[in-house]
């Protein structure tokens, strides 16, 4: 997909969000609390995809959609960027170590894992 189609999926997802926000009646005061209704697994993907396409726009656009301003995120220390890069090194070292017929293995696990969720 190309990144224009994808922020219009997103733009899409973020609209039937607020839609749906808009929509929802304001509980009262006096209305016994709600019990939380099941959600299925469809519908639990939809929103998390929908709330991180509403925040993937927000950060394009440079503002919430409410129009308030974002709030400042502060950047990563450079311990923590100095320790990501080593997990990168270490990861490429171990990579380096395995025989084909260990990587291979390895990959097999890893898909089946995939495949079992």
Known sequence: ????????VASLAVQRSL??????????????????SP???????????????????EQI????LTGAPLEKQEPESKKTLARRA??????????????????QDSAKKAAQTRWRR
Do not use: Y
């Open 1 to 8: 997909m190309s990144r224009c189609t994808l922020f219009l």
């Open 19 to 36: 839609a749906a926000d808009a929509a929802a009646p304001t509980p009262n005061e006096t209305d016994p609390p709600a019990s939380p």
């Open 39 to 57: 959600v299925s697994p469809s519908q639990h993907l939809a929103q998390v995809f929908a709330e991180i396409a509403r925040e993937n726009l």
């Open 61 to 64: 656009i440079g503002e919430k």
């Open 86 to 103: 080593a997990g990168r090194r270490g990861g490429m070292a171990r990579a380096d170590k395995l025989t084909d017929k260990e990587r």
